[in-house]
């Protein structure tokens, strides 16, 4: 039965015979031509390189501070393969933590049975790629959402996909969607889709013949690791199951990272292009009800089309070529209406969907794209350049090196890699202490260079928090020479941090400073931190003097570049107090599970002058005041970044409300409630204005 469908779905591109020469050319030239432009817009080798290992070592990292009863985190997607399209929601797989599912009673053998809780599973009555999950009589679980869970059939209590989904819909984000086996929120600006899911250490039976067909890709020792790390459940059942409110789906999501981790740099682009292909054109202004195609289904047309060979060379010379014949097998998908899932072709996943008048209509669509040739690439506006530059001038193209663009442009993507995957949280000094010697014995392994300027910075972001987290455990409970020692402690790790942050980082000393009451030092602080930031080369988040920049540390180490020449939003985690003024705002994103606010450094130098100057230096303050009022009207991203408008409206509201200006403060907080709420701080905006209408009452 396998093999039928590894031979139904085995296809060869053919050049047609009588293409011309002229034609082959023009072919291989515009191959070149979009591989250039791919690199160009998703990103070269190296760029994907790094992006990967980032997110992995974040990822790592994450898991590793939480206990063994948290739950894990798995990012999937096009996020952990690479990808930054602005369009594409970020997916997180959440692991419920001690439990495990076995196909069969003789794996229980493996586990201890106090520390891992065992879900059995059956495949016998549902549809090929989902299965049922019941608990064997006599376990006693922890877990309360598994419990609420599950519903009695036949004397056995069966987990149930619907409700378990109900149920974690919203635990991350609150007020989520339920989408597909996720809930589905906004976080910022970008959608979060948190799929809640159970671990099988097994390979599922009904993907055993995977492991035949894996003869040329991927290598031996991905198709080992693959099925050594088994697979997870989804809370979703089929739609034409029998059970399909109690099924869940076998998920490959881990697999087929390691599989496009596995792809050379042409592969990934020529699936990149699928997905472009995909969004610009097939879907193109399509509601989401109205989308049958998907980039999954994009994803596993080229999975087969590297594993059955149907490319000789997969390379440069060849996008073009590789992206028909993917765009073929979809083709003939539709056609057919059946499109095998890679590991258990026996799951037909158009067999919900793309059926009847439906599967007509969209085959004609894609037919009549077909027939356009590659002139239909054109719709996608980040390739259309590339292409119509072959298509006007036919001469050779100079070079497709992936060494594309200046120092400037590689290191302000670097930098905004940094910046997002700088999210390490500790909450408290054991995990400040474990993450440190995690990353220490991480930066003694062997690494890429771009590895270690991102441990280093993480060294940064948990040196921080630890002297805030040490100044505040233990404020008011010891004498003055233990206060003092203490403090002096956290002093010198801020001061440490210096050695691997950003420039703008000077002011996390200048919060403790106030925060300990040393205004003059403070101050200090402030005015050396203000002219480092104002310097022509400092970039602050991609913005600055280019030529400047290159002139005073073009070509020194990412080391370097990133403590003299880098400024950036301070980062203040929500279950720290860094300053009481700004606990409100804290309290309120931590309400809606958001872990951070970040401060533009060129807004929050300015708030701590009027916090400090307000009494004994009016007049400094007053310009510190006008500086932020400034900043924030002309909305000039070279120092304040578009999302974090609603918290710099804010910070400006209560320093008119400091100030007395009580009218100006009620318009800024409204004006706060205007902007896109980035960091959710609303509640505490509300708050604020309530407080100032009951101040004009009395």
Known sequence: MVNSY??????????????????????????????????????????????????????????????????????????????????????????????????????????????????????????????????????????????????????????????????????????????????SG???????????????????????????????WPPQHVSSDIVRNGCH???????????????????????????????????????????????????????????????YHMKT??????????????????????????????LKWVYNGVCPNFFIPQNNMFLCRINGQDQRNLFRR??????????????????????LKVLIYSGPIVSYNCDLGSELTFDDKFYREIEHSDDIITSNLQSCAKALLTIERLICSPLTSYTIILLQKLTATVLQSTAFILHNQYIDK??????????????????????????????????????TFRYKDALSIIDISKVKMSQPYVRFRGNGQGWAYIEAVGGQPWSTKITQAIANNLRLDNGICYITELLLEQESGKRSNRTWILISPFILANMLEILICRHNDTSRAQAALDNITALIQHGEEDF??????????????I???????????????????????????QLATRERIQNLNDQEKH
């Open 6 to 183: 590894v031979k139904l779905y085995t296809y060869q591109i053919n050049m047609s015979s009588n293409a011309t020469q002229h034609t082959q050319l023009v072919f291989q030239l515009m191959s070149e031509s979009v591989y250039h432009g791919m690199c160009h817009r998703i990103g070269t080798p190296e760029d994907v390189g790094y992006r990967r290992d980032m997110a992995d070592i974040s990822e790592f990292l994450g898991n590793l501070l939480q206990r063994k009863d948290q739950s894990k985190v798995m990012i999937s997607g096009s996020h952990k393969e690479g990808f930054r399209l602005d369009k594409s929601d970020k997916d997180i797989m959440i692991l419920q933590p001690n439990h495990r599912v076995i196909w069969d009673m003789s794996q229980c053998e493996v586990y201890n049975a106090d520390r891992q809780k065992l879900i059995l599973c059956n495949t016998s009555e549902s549809p090929p790629g989902f299965a049922l999950l019941w608990l064997p009589i006599g376990i006693t679980y922890m877990n309360e959402y598994v419990f609420s869970a599950c519903v009695r059939i036949k004397e056995r209590l069966y987990i149930s996909s619907s409700k378990f989904r109900e149920i974690t819909c919203s635990l991350i984000r609150p007020n989520s969607t339920i989408h597909g086996p996720c809930g």
């Open 186 to 216: 906004l976080v910022g600006r970008k959608m979060h889709d948190y799929a809640h899911c159970f671990v099988s250490d097994f390979w599922p039976p009904a993907a055993s013949s995977w492991i035949d067909r894996c003869h040329f």
């Open 233 to 295: 459940f989804v809370a979703i059942g089929h739609k034409l199951g029998n059970h399909s409110d109690i099924e869940w789906r076998i998920s490959f999501s881990q697999a087929e990272n390691k599989l496009v981790y596995s792809m050379n740099h042409a592969q990934f682009l020529i699936y990149g292009l699928l997905k472009l292909f995909l969004e610009d054109v097939i879907n193109a202004g399509l509601s989401d009800e109205e989308k049958m195609l998907c980039s």
């Open 301 to 330: 047309a080229i999975f087969w089309a590297i594993q059955q060979n149907m490319l000789t060379h997969w390379c440069p010379e060849n996008i073009m070529a590789g992206f028909w014949i993917c765009f073929k097998i979809v």
């Open 366 to 387: 894609l037919y009549e794209l077909y027939e356009k040739g590659s002139s239909l690439l054109l719709h996608i506006s980040l390739i259309r350049h590339y292409i």
């Open 478 to 515: 010891n004498g003055n020479k233990n206060t003092y020692i203490r403090d002096k402690k956290a002093l010198h790790l801020l001061r440490l941090s210096m050695k691997f942050g950003y420039v703008s980082d000077m002011l996390y000393i200048a919060m403790f400073y106030y925060k």
């Open 640 to 653: 304040v970044a578009k999302d974090t408008m609603d918290i710099s409206w804010e910070i400006l509201g």
């Open 655 to 681: 320093c008119q409300e400091i100030n007395g200006n009580i009218q100006a403060a009620r318009f800024s907080f409204q004006q706060s409630l205007q902007q896109y709420p980035f960091f959710e701080i």
